[in-house]
């Protein structure tokens, strides 16, 4: 066996930090990978969330997120990796187990050419960026202390059952659904559960809810370029190699995100004379999302359509049937999750099962009996096998979507018997500063901009010193 490696450079031979199994680049890029979606969630919606709530809320909005991503890794090394990949299989979780062992997390990851490391920090980047999601219908009103205990409750009773059936090996994985990368698991489901939450929650305080702008329109434009630029790593690292199906991926999510941010653009001059930059940060939410499980797995010419509907569909919910409907205005979701996650996600999820292409799958998924697109199956004469694969998305949807409703529901009626959901009415006028005890551009004391000068060594003028005798 030593022969068969002597022709290699010193860097490329076997030992003990690099058995003959594992790739270097397959490895490195798997890390880099997971680097950019943490980047994504910290500081990439830390800052988004901060700036674009109201200034008295910034300081709780941001914290909501640091704190969900470093509660998320204590739980997910703990029980929650297992319950979503574990190897006992159940129906629709997996048996929950530690992730912390050397024996486990130095082990080789399936057929796959890095370590189960590689697929504990990766997996666990997406967990903290989907409760992370879900927390945007929940900003400005939500208990701090009942977010402590929603983000670990969620994340055991409702991630994990849509991470195992559609990832880890339970029933929609066998039956064949496609979701490259979580546009069911992470984007249906956050925006499922977030406006389910916020209808336990409760409506923002009524002059929140009327008057809600941006503090920081300029950092909310860099949180939203740390999220587009991670979505690299979000979708290029699913494939879990550096191979074709990751550039492949790459490209296609970010020709998708530039068509959705122009057609939501366009929509908002063409019916409301003005080119929102809020409007263009949720256009590019809308494309990175709808690409999402499908950007491995079609042509390019198919994600600009995507971007054409992810900027159009999602834009005609939140702007026009929003306003109409008496149900969305009864639920306060505050950032309209519900619309850039959920109804994107949805939709991506259809247009995957429709515009897959069967020669993409076999390079993604490897001989197993996914597909074809329905599209594809009209074109070739498979358009049984077409309808099949639509089918199984739309039992993924609804699936996902109902337990999302039960479980979230669940997890709140128990946390409201525990401490109140909803702030008081009180802390709710003061925002951050009732809360947390800190405000997010206050230099000095309740909003005073200096601190008051101090007199120890300064001489009196006269003036003043004959005022005072």
């Known amino acids: 066996m030593a022969g068969a490696y002597s022709s290699l450079p010193p860097g490329l031979m076997p030992n003990d930090a690099s058995p003959d199994w594992l790739n270097k680049a397959d490895n490195a890029w798997q890390l880099t990978a997971a680097a950019m979606v943490g980047l994504q969630s910290v500081p990439g919606l830390v800052i988004l969330y901060g700036s674009m709530v109201k200034k008295k809320w910034a300081v709780n909005s941001a914290f909501m997120a640091l704190y969900a991503f470093a509660m998320v890794l204590v739980c997910w090394v703990l029980w929650a990796h297992h319950l979503s990949f574990g190897s006992n299989i159940q129906f629709v979780v997996g048996r929950p187990n530690f992730a912390v062992t050397q024996h486990y997390l130095l082990a080789r990851y399936g057929s796959v050419y890095f370590p189960n490391t590689d697929l504990v920090f990766y997996q666990f980047a997406f967990a903290a960026i989907t409760v992370i999601l879900l ?185 026009v049937l929003h306003k109409k409907s008496a149900f969305f205005q009864k639920v306060d979701d505050t950032l309209g999750v519900f619309h850039t996650h959920a109804v994107a996600g949805f939709l991506g999820g259809l247009l995957s099962g429709f515009l897959a292409k069967p020669e993409l799958l076999e390079l993604f998924y490897h001989n197993q009996n996914y597909g074809p697109g329905l599209l594809y199956g009209i074109l070739r004469g498979h358009v049984p096998h077409g309808l099949r694969q639509m089918g199984y998305q739309i039992i993924g949807a609804a699936f996902i979507t109902a337990w999302n409703v039960i479980a979230t529901s669940f997890i709140c009626i128990v946390i409201s018997r525990i401490v109140n959901l909803r702030m008081d009415e009180e802390d709710l006028e003061i925002g951050d500063d009732a809360v947390h005890g800190e405000e997010a551009y206050a230099l000095w004391g309740d909003g005073e901009r200096h601190p008051p000068p101090l007199r120890i060594f300064r001489t009196p003028k006269i003036s003043t010193f004959r005022r005072r005798h």
């Open 135 to 319: 927390a945007g219908s929940l900003l400005g009103r939500m208990n701090f202390y009942a977010w402590m205990l929603f983000v670990p409750m969620w994340l055991t009773f409702s991630y994990t059952v849509g991470a195992y059936t559609i990832w880890g090996g339970g029933f929609l994985y066998k039956m064949g659904i496609i979701d490259f990368s979580g546009g069911y698991v992470i984007h249906l489901s956050s925006g499922v559960a977030g406006f389910t939450a916020a209808y336990w929650v409760g409506p923002r305080h009524s002059h929140d809810r009327q008057h809600f702008p941006p503090n920081n329109i300029i950092h909310m434009l860099g949180g939203a370029g740390f999220l587009w630029m991670g979505w690299s790593g979000f979708n290029g690292g699913s494939p879990y190699a550096a191979d074709l199906s990751t550039s492949l991926a790459i490209l296609n999510t970010h020709i998708c995100t530039a068509t959705s941010l122009f057609v939501w653009l366009g929509l908002d001059m063409i019916f409301y004379s003005k080119s929102s930059v809020i409007g263009a940060v949720q256009g590019m939410i809308t494309g990175l999302v709808c690409i999402t499980p499908a950007a491995g797995i079609v042509e390019t010419w198919a994600a600009v359509l995507m971007g054409a509907l992810s900027g159009s569909v999602p834009w005609y919910t939140m702007m």
